[in-house]
């Protein structure tokens, strides 16, 4: 069964600072990888995803995410912190090809101090 | 992009009443819906996965009576909480596969979350 580990249920980073949330993913084969983010009281919303194409995927709002087979992470990242940035954030993992099956992290909160 | 209408975003009901939240794909058609369960400071569970013209497919450990989803049409699932009870409070999302692009068949799109309050 597919596991997604995120290292840090919170992570507190002062404004501009980088921002770097951990994400390890179980599998056998290389999954299809997200990063969603959710603002309180909403649904999820797509960041980025990587699916065996270039390991290096850049998404919206400055965040990118890099896999790396060898280490099975998929660490999300931006240069310099907005207090926008302040959410929750998941990272997930589907079977390469199907959506069916989606697992998901339990989640990281990201706090922007100003 | 593709957006996913979940309605209504806060609901609040006496315990033993029954409630209904719709899923609705706006501009694109959805075949399969997936239904979560969120509790407060913690990850999304899948509940059930919703198919257009048959039954729905619920997770181990997710009553099905308990839970009643359809998916009516190819941009209508519902999920109904039956005899809801104060336990059943909680954040349902739903969401449908797709971003309306070409590339998007395995990135989920989802609605907005209903907040579910059971007195």
């Known amino acids: 069964a597919q596991s997604v580990t995120q290292l840090g249920s919170h992570v507190s980073v002062s404004e501009g600072a980088l921002v770097l949330l951990r994400c390890n993913y179980s599998s056998s084969v290389p999954p299809y990888l997200f990063w969603y983010v959710q603002y309180p009281n909403q649904g999820l919303q797509l960041l980025l995803k990587?699916?065996?194409?270039?390991?290096l995927v850049k998404g919206i709002n400055g965040f990118e995410a890099e896999f790396k087979k060898s280490e099975t992470s998929f660490h999300l990242t931006k240069p310099s912190a907005h207090m926008s940035d302040a959410a929750e954030y998941f990272c997930?993992?589907?079977?390469?090809?199907?959506?069916?099956?989606?697992?998901f992290g339990i989640g990281t909160k990201l706090q922007v101090i100003p | 992009g593709a957006v996913v209408s979940q309605h209504p975003s806060r609901v609040i009901c006496k315990s033993g009443t029954s409630v209904k939240i719709e899923c609705r794909s706006l501009d694109f058609q959805a075949t399969t819906m997936f239904w979560y369960r969120q509790f407060p400071k913690q990850s999304l569970m899948l509940m059930a996965t919703?198919?257009?013209?048959?039954?729905?497919?619920?997770e181990q450990g997710v009553e099905k009576d308990k839970f009643l989803i359809n998916h009516a049409s190819l941009t209508l699932s519902t999920l109904t909480v039956t005899s809801a009870h104060p336990e059943d409070s909680s954040f349902y999302i739903c969401s449908a596969p797709g971003d309306g692009s070409s590339s998007g068949a395995n990135v989920l799109t989802f609605g907005a979350g209903s907040r579910l309050t059971v007195l």
């Open positions: 919703s198919n257009e013209g048959s039954k729905a497919t619920y």
């Open positions: 997930a993992a589907s079977s390469a090809g199907g959506y069916q099956k989606v697992t």
């Open positions: 990587y699916t065996s194409a270039a390991t």
